[in-house]
């Protein structure tokens, strides 16, 4: 069975920090790229961050470069995202996802997704 299961995320003041997880089962994490996007109400869902398979290569959003970082522990079957100086606008669900293939920017390249953890950030 596959699952990707976030957690970390919670309340924060803005330019606080948070460090969200998604741990991986049921896949080969190791032939995964995986991504983090983020839907924020009334809004399409959007990219936040993507890594390769061995961690050398990401790729940000525009919006959060910067501020945010994805990185992997191929042992542990986890991708985490780092955030800092959080805003307001950061506000949003964020999920992780997964994608034997290419490196993607868009949400319908990925395969797998995961749940969700809301993050808020208080002005």
């Known amino acids: 069975q596959v699952q990707l299961v976030e957690s970390g995320g919670g309340l924060v003041q803005a330019g606080g920090s948070l460090r969200l997880s998604c741990a991986v089962s049921g896949l080969t994490f190791s032939n995964l790229k995986m991504g983090w996007f983020r839907q924020a109400p009334g809004k399409e869902r959007e990219f936040v961050a993507a890594i390769r398979e061995s961690g050398d290569s990401t790729r940000y959003a525009d919006s959060v470069k910067g501020r945010f970082t994805i990185s992997r522990d191929n042992a542990e079957k986890t991708v985490y995202l780092q955030m800092s100086s959080l805003k307001p606008e950061d506000t949003a669900v964020y999920y992780c996802?997964?994608?034997?293939?290419?490196?993607?920017?868009?949400?319908?390249?990925?395969?797998?997704w995961g749940q969700g953890t809301q993050v808020t950030v208080s002005s």
């Open positions: 996802a997964a994608t034997p293939n290419l490196l993607s920017y868009y949400r319908n390249q990925y395969n797998y």
